[in-house]
């Protein structure tokens, strides 16, 4: 299984930025996918899944905010985040399989999924 991520980077408060990730090593059209991030001195946070059926999941928090999408046909899946806040800073994740919680967080251990990405930095300052 391999996730190779792209985007990412500076962007000013209000602004947008878009995070793909290529998956390969698995039938990508038949397993959930995720976002996933983490701030520095933080837990990693889910920031949001996408179902083999196209149902989508975020949290409260980011609803409205960041959009998931994939394309079965490249094997891709898509973060969009808009009006992108100081507290979107963090390392962002693609991880292959649906967002579990443990504890309102990533599980870890046995519970956290195997598969991630390399994790791209996003960073939200003027």
């Known amino acids: 299984v391999q996730l190779v991520q792209s985007g990412g980077g500076l962007v000013q408060p209000g602004g947008s930025l878009r995070l793909s990730c290529a998956a390969s090593g698995f039938t990508f059209s038949t397993s959930a996918m995720s976002w996933a991030r983490q701030g520095r001195g933080?837990?990693?946070?889910?920031?949001s899944g996408i179902y083999t059926d196209g149902r989508t999941y975020y949290p409260d928090s980011l609803?409205?905010?960041?959009?998931?999408?994939?394309?079965?046909?490249?094997?891709?899946?898509?973060?969009?985040?808009?009006?992108?806040?100081?507290?979107?800073t963090a390392i962002y994740y693609c991880v292959a399989g649906p967002p579990l919680y443990c504890g309102g967080h990533v599980c870890e251990g046995e519970l956290r999924p195997p598969h991630w990405g390399q994790g791209t930095q996003v960073t939200v300052s003027s």
């Open 63 to 88: 609803k409205g905010r960041f959009t998931i999408s994939r394309d079965n046909a490249k094997n891709m899946v898509y973060l969009q985040m808009s009006n992108l806040k100081p507290e979107d």
């Open 42 to 47: 933080e837990a990693p946070d889910w920031v």
